[in-house]
């Protein structure tokens, strides 16, 4: 197939950057879920923003966001919920309003949705700084212009553009309104998109994530998958991270009063 290197790019450059997206800012950062040493933190950091480029989205602003999205969930203090939105696009043109706010340190946010993200300035300013995003997009073109044989495949540029908000835009806009419900008591329009979600690394659990905001696994029923999940059991068994006393996620959920770890999970 002569367009392989540029489906292999296209597919590798999508996993890379939803396992990131998943792994370090989300569940690392935005909620702590395990701890990892200085030095793999950077790791991770800068793997982070290789790994979007262009579309690269910095630690802060991400949890920042997403803490406010798990205390105001489908409300409308919400950054990104589908239900204020005729579109896609109108609820990330919101998001990306509200996140600049946060990443650039233009507006302050609530004292208890602060603190506890990876924080490396000088690697946060390259990540957001224009000339460099402008650069990693100039190199996908390259890439593409290398290798492309049929012309419909420079459609997928804009993709890797902006990858970080596309998988962004798939799991808020996409685990709100398709899918089913594990947890009809979660107090939002949350669903579960996908059975095995291959597409963005688990997050589009949202209905389970919702209900046990501190479960690393967010797969709840026996044929649900979570494949990012696996991942982060063999970092926890080679010493890379070290996982807190785990919430773990359960189908059913406890009856009401029975003994259950939070679920809030905001910082």
């Given at each position: 197939?002569?367009?392989?290197?540029?489906?292999?790019?296209?597919?590798?450059?999508?996993?890379?950057?939803?396992?990131?997206?998943?792994?370090?800012?989300?569940?690392?950062?935005?909620?702590?879920?395990?701890?990892?040493?200085?030095?793999?933190?950077?790791?991770?950091?800068?793997?982070?923003?290789?790994?979007?480029?262009?579309?690269?989205?910095?630690?802060?602003?991400?949890?920042?966001?997403?803490?406010?999205?798990?205390?105001?969930?489908?409300?409308?203090?919400?950054?990104?919920?589908?239900?204020?939105?005729?579109?896609?696009?109108?609820?990330?043109?919101?998001?990306?309003?509200?996140?600049?706010?946060?990443?650039?340190?233009?507006?302050?946010?609530?004292?208890?949705?602060?603190?506890?993200?990876?924080?490396?300035?000088?690697?946060?300013?390259?990540?957001?700084?224009?000339?460099?995003?402008?650069?990693?997009?100039?190199?996908?073109?390259?890439?593409?212009?290398?290798?492309?044989?049929?012309?419909?495949l420079y459609a997928l540029l804009p993709v890797h553009f902006i990858m970080g908000p596309?998988?962004?835009?798939?799991?808020?806009?996409?685990?709100?309104?398709?899918?089913?419900?594990?947890?009809?008591?979660?107090?939002?329009?949350?669903?579960?998109?996908?059975?095995?979600?291959?597409?963005?690394?688990?997050?589009?659990?949202?209905?389970?994530?919702?209900?046990?905001?501190?479960?690393?696994?967010?797969?709840?029923?026996?044929?649900?998958?979570?494949?990012?999940?696996?991942?982060?059991?063999?970092?926890?068994?080679?010493?890379?991270?070290?996982?807190?006393?785990?919430?773990?996620?359960?189908?059913?959920?406890?009856?009401?009063?029975?003994?259950?770890?939070?679920?809030?999970?905001?910082?």
């Open positions: 197939m002569a367009n392989w290197p540029i489906l292999a790019f296209f597919a590798v450059h999508w996993q890379l950057s939803v396992f990131v997206q998943t792994f370090f800012l989300h569940r690392y950062g935005a909620h702590r879920m395990f701890t990892m040493s200085h030095g793999w933190e950077r790791f991770f950091h800068l793997l982070t923003y290789v790994s979007q480029g262009s579309g690269y989205l910095s630690p802060r602003g991400y949890a920042i966001l997403h803490r406010m999205h798990h205390a105001f969930s489908d409300t409308e203090k919400d950054p990104h919920s589908p239900i204020f939105h005729t579109n896609a696009m109108a609820m990330m043109l919101k998001t990306k309003h509200i996140y600049d706010g946060f990443a650039y340190g233009k507006v302050q946010p609530e004292p208890r949705f602060e603190g506890g993200y990876p924080e490396w300035d000088a690697l946060d300013k390259l990540g957001q700084n224009w000339f460099a995003r402008i650069g990693w997009g100039a190199a996908y073109v390259l890439f593409y212009m290398a290798f492309v044989q049929d012309m419909w596309v998988h962004g835009a798939i799991v808020n806009w996409g685990g709100h309104k398709y899918g089913y419900r594990n947890y009809d008591d979660v107090p939002d329009v949350s669903v579960n998109s996908l059975p095995f979600d291959f597409l963005t690394g688990g997050e589009l659990f949202q209905n389970n994530h919702h209900k046990f905001g501190a479960s690393v696994n967010f797969a709840a029923r026996k044929w649900e998958l979570d494949p990012t999940y696996p991942v982060i059991r063999v970092l926890a068994a080679v010493g890379i991270i070290t996982l807190k006393n785990e919430q773990k996620m359960r189908y059913p959920a406890p009856a009401q009063g029975a003994s259950e770890a939070p679920t809030a999970a905001v910082a």
